[in-house]
C-alpha cells in the first residue's frame, strides 16, 4: 500500500474528531454529526487550505460550534441499526431511488493529480478541490517527504530510485522557482494605494503559483471534497476498481470501507457477484478489448502539435434553427412539426426578435437562457497544457473525454516566466520529465503520467450544449481566470460566431470577458476584502 502520511492529534483532538470524522488515521473519511451548512463551509476552506480536513477542523470550526452534546457519539462505528432499516426499505420501495436519497460528505486525501480526474469524472456529484493557486507546493509534508505519490510497483522496480530523485528535483525547481518570479512581480507590478499588503501579496503570489504549476508532475497530490448519493459513490466505486492504475484500485477501497459506516445498504450491491463484480469486470474486459482490437486496426499516426489549439469539430449548421423550433414548443400548443413549420415561415427580423425575447436582459452571468439553448451541440477538439485541462475538466454537465498524459504534444512555458528569465531552468525540468516519462512508459505503460510535469500537452475533447457552452465560456472568461483557459473560452465562443456560424447564440454570451489582466486575482481578492469589511461591519 502507498505510504500515506498519518496525521498525529492529541488524545483531547482525537476525542473531539471521532464524533465528527468516520477515519482518524487515514486519507478517506466520511463527515456525519455536522449541520450541512458546517460542511459545506469546511469543503468550501479545504480547497484553499494547506491543512487537512480534520486539522482544518480543529483550528478555525470547533471554536465557533456547540459540540457537548454530541460527547457520546462515535462516527468510528458503523451504524448497525441504520444498516438494519435501509435494508427493510430497500426491499420495500426499491435501491436505485433509495439510494439517490442519502448523501455523504467524503474527504479524499493524498491523491494524486491522475487521481483526482478520475474522481471528478461523475456527472452528479459536487466536487471541491485543493488549488494550485493558492497553495504553493514548496512545502513538504510531515513526515520530510515532498507531496507527490509513490507507486509501490514502480519504486520496486529498477527506476525506484530514479522515480523518487527525478520527483524530488521537479519541486525542488518549483521550489526555487517560485520566490524568484514572486520579487520579479512584485517589481514589475508595484502595489497601489487602494489595496491592502494582504490583498497586493494574495494577488501576486495567486500569479506566481499559476505560472509555476507547471512544473508540478501530475504525481503531486492533491486534497479534494467530495459530496454525492449513495448511487453515485456506487457507479464512481465501480469505475475505479475497473482502472488500470493501482492507485485508483486502492482508493476504490479505502472510499468503500469509509462510505459503508455511513450509508452501508447503499453500497451492498459492489460486491454481489452477479451486480457490482459483473459490472466491473465488464469494463475492464471492454477496455482492454477495445484497445487490443483498435491496435490491429489503427496505427498511431504523428502526434505532435506545434501549440495548444481548439478546435469546433461538430456542430448543427441549421442549430439556431433548432433552438427556436424549441423556443416555439415549449411556449405554445404546437406539435414538434408544427413548430417547425412555423419557425421556417418568419423571417429573418422576426426570428432575431423571437430570440431576443427569449434570451432577455440579462443582468449578471447567472441569468441564462432556458432549456432551448440545450437543443444544438458543440463538439471541441482541444491540445492544452493539463494544468488547463485540470480547471476544464470538472465542468461535469458536459461530455469531456480525455487521452492519457503524455509528452508527446510538447509544452507550454508561460510569458512571465520567459519575461523574468527563468526560462532555461523551467524548460530543463520539463526536458528531464520527459526523458523520464519515455523511460518509465517502456515498463509502466499507465503509471509513467504520474512523471508528466502539467505544463505538457493533453488531447482531449468537449462536448455540450448552447446552455452548457454560455456558461463554460462566460465563467471561464473571466478576468480572475487562468490565462491558459481564458484563451480556450475566446476561441470557443469566436468559433461559435465564425465557424459554426451562430451569431444569435454568440450574442447571447453577453458576459463573455475579452479585458487584458496583469494581476488575474487582484480585482476578486479586492471583492473579497470588501465582503470581508462588510462582515466584521
Known amino acids: 500500500m502507498h505510504p500515506y502520511v498519518v496525521e498525529e492529534f492529541t488524545d483531547a483532538e482525537r476525542a473531539v474528531l471521532r464524533r465528527y470524522f468516520t477515519n482518524l488515521e487515514g486519507p478517506v473519511f466520511a463527515l456525519v454529526n455536522l449541520p450541512e ?8 476552506r479545504y480547497s484553499r487550505s494547506s491543512k487537512s480536513l480534520r486539522r482544518l477542523f480543529l483550528d478555525e470550526f470547533v471554536g465557533d460550534l456547540d459540540v457537548t452534546g454530541d460527547q457520546g457519539v462515535d462516527a468510528t462505528v458503523g451504524l448497525d441499526r441504520a444498516d438494519d432499516l435501509y435494508q427493510r426499505i430497500f426491499y420495500e420501495y426499491g435501491d436505485d431511488s433509495v439510494a439517490q436519497l442519502g448523501g455523504v460528505h467524503l474527504a479524499c486525501e493524498q491523491a494524486s493529480n491522475i487521481l483526482t ?14 488549488s494550485t493557486r493558492y497553495l504553493g507546493y514548496d512545502r513538504r509534508l510531515d513526515n ?6 509513490r507507486d509501490h510497483a514502480v519504486l520496486e522496480s529498477r527506476y525506484g530510485a530514479r522515480y523518487v530523485g527525478e520527483m524530488d528535483r521537479m519541486f525542488d525547481t518549483y521550489a526555487q522557482l517560485l520566490p524568484r518570479l514572486t520579487e520579479f512581480l512584485a517589481k514589475k507590478y508595484p502595489k497601489t494605494p487602494e489595496d491592502t499588503d494582504f490583498v497586493y501579496r494574495q494577488a501576486i503570489r495567486a500569479k506566481a503559483l499559476d505560472a509555476v504549476r507547471g512544473l508540478l508532475p501530475a504525481s503531486a497530490l492533491s486534497n479534494l471534497g467530495i459530496y454525492a448519493s449513495g448511487q453515485a459513490y456506487e457507479a464512481l466505486l465501480l469505475r475505479m476498481r475497473a482502472h488500470p492504475l493501482h492507485e485508483v484500485r486502492e482508493y476504490s477501497q479505502l472510499m468503500l470501507e469509509e462510505l459503508r459506516k455511513v450509508i452501508p445498504s447503499f453500497l451492498k450491491r459492489i460486491d454481489v457477484p452477479e451486480r457490482g463484480l459483473a459490472w466491473t469486470q465488464y469494463l475492464a474486459e471492454t477496455r482492454g478489448a477495445t484497445r487490443q482490437v483498435l491496435g490491429s486496426l489503427v496505427e498511431d499516426l504523428e502526434t505532435i502539435e506545434p501549440r495548444e489549439s481548439v478546435r469546433l469539430v461538430a456542430f448543427d449548421p441549421e442549430g439556431e ?14 406539435s414538434d412539426a408544427d413548430a417547425s413549420s412555423a419557425v421556417a415561415r418568419m423571417t429573418a427580423p422576426e426570428r432575431e426578435r423571437l430570440m431576443g425575447a427569449y434570451v432577455g436582459e440579462r443582468r449578471n452571468r447567472r441569468h441564462r437562457p432556458g432549456r432551448a439553448f440545450e437543443r444544438t451541440d458543440y463538439r471541441f477538439e482541444l491540445v492544452t497544457d ?13 461530455t469531456v473525454e480525455w487521452q492519457s498524459l503524455t509528452v508527446d504534444l510538447g509544452y507550454d512555458v508561460p510569458d512571465v516566466i520567459v519575461e523574468a528569465g527563468l526560462s532555461p531552468a523551467y524548460e530543463d525540468s520539463l526536458a528531464r520529465s520527459a526523458e523520464f516519462y519515455y523511460d518509465l512508459r517502456e515498463e509502466f505503460p499507465d503509471a509513467a503520467q504520474y512523471a508528466v510535469a502539467l505544463a505538457f500537452r493533453i488531447r482531449y475533447s468537449m462536448q455540450m450544449n448552447a446552455r452548457e457552452a454560455l456558461h463554460l465560456i462566460e465563467l471561464r472568461s473571466g478576468p480572475q481566470g487562468h490565462p491558459s483557459y481564458r484563451r480556450v473560452a475566446h476561441e470557443m465562443v469566436r468559433q461559435i460566431r465564425e465557424v459554426a456560424g451562430h451569431g444569435a447564440i454568440a450574442d447571447a454570451m ?3 470577458d475579452f479585458s487584458d489582466t496583469d494581476l488575474e486575482r487582484l480585482e476578486a481578492e479586492r471583492a473579497a476584502e470588501r465582503n470581508r469589511a462588510k462582515r466584521d461591519y
Not at 493539463?386 to 458536459?398: M, P, V
Open 117 to 130: 480526474k478520475v474522481l471528478e469524472r461523475g456527472r452528479i456529484m459536487s466536487y471541491l478541490e485543493q
Open 510 to 512: 453577453s458576459y463573455v
Open 37 to 44: 451548512v458546517v460542511k459545506g463551509a469546511l469543503f468550501a
Open 144 to 149: 520530510g517527504l515532498f507531496r507527490y505519490y
Open 386 to 398: 493539463y494544468g488547463a485541462f485540470r480547471d476544464l475538466q470538472r465542468h461535469r454537465l458536459l
Open 321 to 334: 434553427t433548432r433552438v427556436l423550433e424549441a423556443i416555439v414548443f415549449a411556449n405554445s400548443s404546437l
